[in-house]
């Protein structure tokens, strides 16, 4: 400012000797005038330039000027650039800010103070089965009209949230929806939704779980009840007596199984998986299973013996590392399963085999009642059974395959069935080749020296 000052004063100066020197006193007047005219001039032109430049708002374009002009320019430009800096820094954020609001599990969309959409993420549109750039600015009432949530929208209160059901893109998926407003800034509001069907599914289950245990005890209660009435109420002779304590000694026994299934299933879901390192040996435990096969199919007939024919086969020294006491309960529900399920007459296979993987398969073959496709899906379900008649009369608890499938996968396993109604059942166990453990000769014979 002061140079340019002084570079005015120096003009002055020197048009005004110019001027008296030339012309004398008049000359020196006329001079000055036409010097300060001429520096007014040259301002306004550079002023011009500098108010056309920002007013075309390019602060990119090209314009050059010096003196207290340029340096007006430069600093207009610098405010400029610092400005366009705040503002890709705000851009970017905002982009951050979204795309982590696109990441969310969460729905997220804002209603403006009429209800209209103003932006949601992918999670909202794809819950609500709506289109992310089409729907914006569509009141949400109409495209989301489950009756409970237009009631929910009225009435106004937003503290506790609603369910609905969602679009699903598979038809066989029910979505369950949890939907949230929450007001904010001035009357608009925030919609967050949240998948909640794992959910839904799990207290449906509980519920479902609770209500037939509580079906499977009160039927055997009501029966020991009724005989304890008839009992106490009823002058009977010792043989009637008999036969009906027998009655009700078969009722508590169906009750303990019950009881006993339930502890398990309890017991191994509450627990880590078996470690590897106990190998169990199959030997034993399946001559084990194949007595205890013969002793129930001997129950089934009145002379005592065995209604079934009944094969094992076992490959030498074969182990699987985990739980003893898991593995036999797995293998002999599976086998107790297929003497109750075969008729008199009826084969049945056992058998272990190591697979070209290594991994170690267990099989039980019979040729008895079969199994209709449309319950396979459903048979390790707790409490599903085929022939419910059937399952009560032989003992069933409903839980034996629930407990088999819950094991093998506790082992890394994976369980199988085969079935054809009237040509019998192949059910099948799969452990893992990290599970399996042949033991050599050599081994097994420094073990028994230890
Ligand atoms: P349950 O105690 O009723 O036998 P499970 O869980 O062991 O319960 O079996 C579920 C259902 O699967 C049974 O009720 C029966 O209908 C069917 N099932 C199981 N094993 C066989 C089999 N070997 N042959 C035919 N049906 C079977």
Same mark, same amino acid.
């Given at each position: 400012?002061?140079?340019? =000052? ?103 969309? =804002? ?74 800034g ?18 449906q289950?509980?519920?479902?779980f ?9 039927t ?13 109420? =009823? ?48 030997k034993?435990?399946?001559?084990q ?9 001997? =129950? ?9 024919t ?7 020294h ?69 022939d ?63």
């Amino acid at each position: 400012m002061l140079s340019r =000052l002084l570079f005015a004063l120096f003009i002055l100066l020197v048009t005004a000797t110019c001027g008296f020197w030339l012309a004398g006193s008049s000359g020196l007047w006329v001079s000055i005038n036409g010097a300060l005219f001429a520096l007014l001039v040259l301002d306004y032109v550079r002023g011009y330039q500098l108010e056309k430049w920002l007013r075309q708002g390019e602060p990119h374009s090209l314009i050059k000027l010096t003196g207290f002009w340029g340096e007006l320019l430069d600093r207009i430009r610098r405010g400029y650039k610092i400005r366009d800096q705040s503002a890709t820094q705000h851009r970017q954020r905002l982009q951050e800010f979204l795309s982590a609001i696109q990441a969310s599990p969460n729905g997220v969309l =804002l209603l403006d103070e009429e209800g209209r959409i103003e932006w949601c993420n992918q999670t909202a549109a794809a819950h609500l089965g709506l289109h992310e750039q089409r729907d914006l600015g569509q009141h949400i009432g109409n495209l989301v009209r489950d009756p409970a949530f237009t009631r929910y929208v009225a009435q106004g209160d937003y503290s506790n949230e609603v369910i609905i059901d969602g679009r699903s893109n598979s038809f066989s998926q029910l979505l369950k929806l949890q939907l949230q407003l929450h007001p904010y800034g001035e009357n608009k509001r925030l919609l967050l939704t949240r998948d909640v069907t794992a959910r839904a599914q799990a207290d449906q289950m509980r519920r479902d779980f609770v209500a037939n245990v509580s079906h499977e005890i009160r039927t055997p209660l009501t029966v020991l009840a009724g005989f304890v009435e008839t009992l106490q109420s =009823l002058p009977l002779s010792p043989e009637e007596q008999r036969q009906y304590l027998d009655l009700m000694a078969v009722q508590a026994h169906r009750m303990q199984g019950l009881v006993s299934d339930l502890l398990t299933l309890s017991q191994l879901e509450g627990s880590p998986p078996p470690p590897v390192t106990e190998a169990v040996d199959l030997k034993p435990l399946m001559a084990q299973v194949k007595s205890d096969a013969v002793a129930l199919s001997a =129950l089934q007939s009145d002379e005592g013996l065995p209604i079934h024919t009944l094969t094992f086969a076992l490959p030498d020294h074969l182990h699987v590392l985990g739980s003893r006491a898991e593995i036999h309960s797995a293998v002999s529900n599976l086998v107790n399963n297929a003497v109750r399920y075969t008729p008199a007459g009826g084969k049945i296979d056992v058998v272990w085999a190591l697979d070209t993987e290594g991994q170690a398969q267990f099989k039980v073959k019979d040729d008895g009642v079969g199994i209709a496709p449309e319950h396979l899906p459903r048979l390790s379900e707790r409490f599903y059974r085929v022939d419910r008649s059937r399952s009560r009369e032989s003992g069933g608890t409903g839980l034996g395959l629930a407990i088999t499938k819950h094991i093998v996968q506790r082992h890394g396993g994976s369980f199988h069935v085969q079935s054809e109604v009237g040509a019998g059942s192949c059910f099948s166990l799969v452990f893992p080749s990290a599970r399996v453990k042949i033991e050599t000769e050599a081994a097994l014979a420094l073990a028994s020296e230890l």
